[in-house]
């Protein structure tokens, strides 16, 4: 019996040890990003040439499909709709009855009174949600092996959350093995950094973020004050100014007529506080712009009467149809708006602008990064104020990244019909660095973590020639590593050698670049010549005379680094830091962004990691230096695996506690013979 009781014992250790090295991730609820989108592609061209996405099928994973809609009309495989299922309903019949699945579809290839960006490609619908509200992860995963079974090209899920979930990932990286092209929503949780969760952070998926539309209500607005910028956004409502308000800003409290009795306003621009100091009363924005108008006054900014800003819309049910915006509205947050209340004590003259910008990042597209070894979103499409298809056989204006996606899922369609071949990270290539890059509303460019490489240009897409891989380039760089070389392999469509002129723009002087092209790789140097720690931005533009492809580059100049050398598959580490580093926790992740080990080192010992598969790795060391931790970064190509050695990785459970459950068995053995002995 005693013996009995010490195995029980030593094999419930073991067993804990085991559950306590695993992953285990509950089944969560993902929000649907409500928020529609609109278009704004070029299609045309390839439209003309024939080329509309015929032979393609495309799977949206979503509320279902109407597919009684005239525009999106059949279910079968003379149909629209040719397949799919109903995961809510368990059936095949996937009919939305939310609509948000159907005007994702309508974007993709709708056929009718509206044309999807691919018309003739044919839809695969699977309904994971009734309500529109959420999704049941389970049921994504289900979708996804789904679409692979049924033979899929495309798979487009305009769902998301601002948090990672590693099963859909996992089922993701799946698909797109079996050579399908995954497109995902970035999602709607913008403007704040490092809201782009599952399934767009993914590194295999195509993300794509929001931008504004090809229609006159896309505005945007600028305030500069002695040169400084201040972040307003213009009301839903007013028109572009037909050139800048230049003039004094004074203070109206809350706007309203008795507020702007005594002040000053005529040819100045007015500055009051949203709502009221009134408890229940309602001060429209409409009130307060027709007041600021009817004193003279030349514009008005509304400032939050809470933390943020916010979008203000003049048009209201009680505003009647002939009431129009007379004098530029915008919006400004609080803080904003109390500082700039303090200011204007003294006689402070604003530059307020209001101007057309279709390619002006939407304010709600949910940003970067994801990760210290690829970017976050991959670029960006049109997502405000477009018409597409809905229930009931109607359509419906919308906005949002959930149907960004879909032009850019359509646009995939069309690269597919003209060239099959081409694998999901040879597509991903294309769309990527053929976007075009934009612009803030001061003619700066967007950060990568909020545009990618910029807006989708399908014309350039389709004409372009160059597949490019990798797509984007990082470089790690310090005192201790001053340069570092990339290689981008190219290959050409028409199997000619690749020619290209190569150029390179970077916010900031710290780094130089050097480059030479050796049949179909290009290899890239990047120099540190001043050692100032930061992060810096730009593009590399690869031009073979046809299309200008770019590539988009981050640099980060640290005061550390990190290598590491292979030997065999083992990777041994070494850490370059001052004379005070005192440990570094390693990470070694795969390109699927998996983790693959972690190690632990000092200056006087390494801890090696072992690789079993020959491929790229990324590493990250979190270097303790005094009372600081420092992070740094490095990639490796590991060309020689570790075959012969146990793969303990693969089962999930990390060597320390492999070694901790052989120190247990090892216990287990000597107690089991020392009471045989007994």
């Known amino acids: 019996m005693k013996r009995q009781k010490i195995i029980f014992f030593a094999f419930v250790i073991l067993f804990g040890v085991i559950l306590s090295s695993q992953k285990i991730q509950p089944d969560i609820t993902l929000e649907i990003l409500l928020d529609k989108s609109g278009k704004y592609v070029g299609a045309d061209y390839p439209h003309d040439l024939g080329f509309n996405g015929n032979g393609i099928k495309v799977a949206v994973i979503d509320t279902g499909v109407d597919y009684s809609h005239p525009d999106l009309f059949g279910f079968g495989p003379s149909g629209k709709v040719v397949g799919g299922y109903d995961f ?14 159907t005007e994702v579809a309508g974007i993709i290839a709708a056929n009718g009174s509206l044309k999807g960006i691919a018309p003739s490609a044919k839809i695969l619908a699977y309904r994971v949600s009734d309500t529109g509200e959420g999704v049941s992860s389970d049921l994504i995963i289900k979708a996804i092996h789904r679409a692979v079974v049924d033979g899929a090209n495309v798979i487009n899920i305009s769902l998301g959350v601002n948090r990672t979930n590693e099963r859909i990932d996992e089922a993701i990286n799946y698909a797109v093995k079996k050579g399908i092209v995954v497109v995902t929503a970035a999602g709607n949780n913008g403007p704040d950094p490092n809201t782009i969760g599952s399934p767009g952070k993914d590194p295999n998926t195509i993300t794509v973020g929001a931008t504004y539309n090809n229609i006159t209500s896309s505005l945007v607005a600028t305030l500069q004050i002695n040169g400084e910028r201040l972040q307003v956004l213009p009301m839903a409502g007013i028109k572009p100014t037909s050139e800048p308000v230049v003039a004094e800003i004074v203070f109206g409290k809350y706007g309203r007529a008795e507020d702007l009795i005594g002040v000053d306003a005529r040819g100045k621009i007015l500055l009051v506080e949203r709502g009221s100091d009134k408890k229940d009363e309602l001060v429209y924005f409409s009130d307060k712009e027709k007041n600021a108008s009817s004193v003279g006054a030349k514009a008005i900014i509304v400032y939050n009467n809470e933390q943020g800003i916010f979008l203000g819309e003049l048009n209201h049910k009680l505003t009647g149809p002939d009431y129009e915006s007379t004098i530029p509205a915008v919006s400004m947050s609080r803080e904003d708006g109390l500082s700039l209340k303090n200011r204007i004590q003294n006689k402070t003259i604003g530059t307020l602008n209001a101007f057309y910008h279709p390619d002006f990042v939407s304010f709600f597209s949910s940003r970067g990064p994801v990760s210290p070894f690829y970017i976050k979103p991959n670029l960006v499409a049109p997502g405000v104020f477009v018409n597409a298809t809905s229930i009931n056989g109607n359509y419906n204006l919308t906005s949002g990244t959930s149907f960004a996606a879909p032009h850019v899922s359509g646009a995939v369609a069309i690269l597919l019909q003209k060239n099959p071949e081409l694998a999901p990270h040879e597509i991903n290539s294309i769309i990527s660095t053929t976007a075009d890059p934009i612009s803030d509303t001061y003619e700066t460019p967007f950060p990568l973590e909020i545009s990618g490489v910029g ?55 710290a780094v130089n670049f050097e480059h030479f092209l050796d049949g179909n790789n290009l ?62 926790k390693i990470s070694v992740y795969n390109d699927d962004s998996d983790l693959v080990s972690t190690a632990s080192i000092t200056p006087t010992k390494s801890d090696p990691v072992l690789i079993h598969e020959i491929g790229q790795y990324w590493i990250e060391a979190n270097v303790r230096d005094g009372n600081n931790t420092v992070n740094v970064y490095n990639t490796i190509f590991v060309e020689s695996s570790a075959k012969d050695q146990i793969d303990f990785s693969a089962i999930g459970i990390p060597q320390r506690q492999i070694l901790i459950i052989f120190g247990i068995m090892a216990i287990i053995a000597a107690v089991g013979i020392i009471i045989k002995k007994k």
């Open 523 to 584: 290899y890239i140097t990047s120099n540190l010549v001043r050692e100032i720690p930061s992060e810096y931005q730009g593009m590399i533009t690869l031009d073979d005379g046809m299309t200008k492809h770019h590539i988009p580059v981050l640099v980060r100049v640290s005061t550390s680094s990190v290598d590491a050398v292979n030997d065999n598959g083992k990777l041994n580490f070494r850490v370059y830091s001052n004379d005070t580093w005192s440990y570094a």
């Open 88 to 101: 809510i309903e368990n059936d095949d019949s996937p009919t939305d009855t939310n609509g948000h699945g």
């Open 455 to 509: 807006r989708l240009n399908i014309t350039k897409a389709f004409n372009a020639n160059l597949i490019i891989t990798p797509y984007q380039v990082i470089f790690d760089l310090s005192p201790h590593i001053k340069t570092q070389t990339a290689m981008l392999q190219i290959k050409t469509i028409n199997h000619e050698s690749p020619k290209v002129n190569v150029d390179f723009k970077l916010n900031g002087d």
